[in-house]
């Protein structure tokens, strides 16, 4: 297989590795490693590799990936996979692109737009092979699957119990690590932090973020890739739902509710609901009761108070309504 971006020759053939003006390596004498987001593995092959490491980024959501060859005590940098525009992966050497992978086309196209049929094929087998590899996994226990690379213990002062419905182990490690950060802020910034009776964490749903069971008062969540932000968003929304539920029976809070929710009404962002009539009558009802306007206002107050950013979504509330939920709940 031979490579080429610009003219800068690059090419593996019949086991020799050429690296441009650099090195002519037997690929016999040397191991590579795979490194996809700080995670190493080194392997044995270099086009192997190569190919298996395209194949991973193409079915698992990452952020960079860089294939070296060690040899002997020297570790020789070769290559780099990014993610691209429009679900593309881009391979670069000394950060020039020498091909651009369709992540579920796997159609590769070198520098000059020319389809690769070869190298399309062989990376298809082996992402059809990781993605046959996913279903057969036990899916009924991702606890097992992943304790090996997250201390459950981390969730235990915060959620009484969990379930994580099957999903790549790379979608669920980062899954967790947004929830336990979520989950830290919460207790050391909220008073009245309310530990989580139930927490249940799904692959993505489209039109889906997350929902609040009363009866369970179980916080579901739905994965949405590469949108932590999303994710921050619909966690605080429903914790949002769960503490309202927690505390509306105690009179003193219940009073600041009432309170708080008759002076939002003049407030834009639920001024703007009042008068869209292009919202069905029935949802706009929904998105005006007092349980969807507290969960609502607390998911963008908690929101602004962790990351500093106020929320884009549509009809998310704004700084002077945050600061009027402070003035009640948290003074």
Not at 15 to 32: F, M
Not at 70 to 85: A, E, H, M, S, Y
Not at 109 to 136: G, Y
Not at 198 to 211: D, P, R, V
Request: hydrophobic letters at 40%; aromatic letters at 12%; a negative charge.
């Amino acid at each position: 297989m031979g490579f080429n971006v610009k003219t800068t020759p690059f090419s593996y053939e019949n086991s020799i590795i050429s690296l441009p003006q650099q090195h002519t390596i037997e690929e016999s004498a040397c191991a590579t490693l795979l490194t996809i987001d700080g995670n190493a593995t080194k392997m044995t092959g270099f086009l192997t590799t190569l190919i298996e490491g395209i194949a991973q980024c193409c079915v698992f959501p990452f952020t960079k990936a860089t294939i070296a060859i060690q040899l002997f005590d020297t570790l020789i940098p070769v290559i780099t996979l990014l993610p691209g525009r429009a679900n593309k992966l881009l391979l670069q050497i000394d950060q020039q692109t020498l091909y651009t992978i369709g992540r579920t086309s796997f159609v590769i196209r070198d520098a000059q737009h020319n389809h690769d049929v070869a190298f399309s094929t062989e990376v298809e087998r082996a992402a059809c092979a990781l993605k046959q590899q996913q279903k057969t996994e036990a899916p009924k226990d991702m606890p097992t699957i992943l304790q090996q690379h997250y201390d459950f213990s981390r969730l235990t002062p915060f959620i009484t119990t969990w379930s994580i419905a099957y999903m790549p182990r790379e979608k669920a490690l980062n899954f967790l690590t947004i929830i336990e950060d979520c989950c830290i802020f919460l207790s050391t910034s909220f008073k009245t932090f309310v530990k989580i009776p139930s927490l249940a964490l799904h692959s993505g749903l489209k039109g889906a973020n997350g929902f609040f069971d009363t009866a369970t008062q179980t916080i579901g969540l739905y994965y949405k890739y590469d949108r932590p932000a999303q994710m921050k968003l619909a966690f605080f929304h429903e914790y949002g739902h769960l503490i309202d539920l927690h505390q509306k029976h105690d009179e003193v809070y219940a009073y600041k509710r009432q309170q708080l929710y008759e002076q939002l009404q003049a407030s834009e962002t639920l001024q703007q609901i009042s008068s869209n009539t292009q919202l069905p009558e029935d949802y706009r009802k929904y998105l005006l009761s007092i349980e969807e306007v507290l969960a609502r206002l607390f998911e963008g107050y908690a929101f602004y108070k962790m990351t500093g950013n106020v929320s884009t979504k549509e009809f998310a509330f704004t700084l002077p309504e945050f600061l009027l939920y402070e003035e009640f709940f948290t003074n």
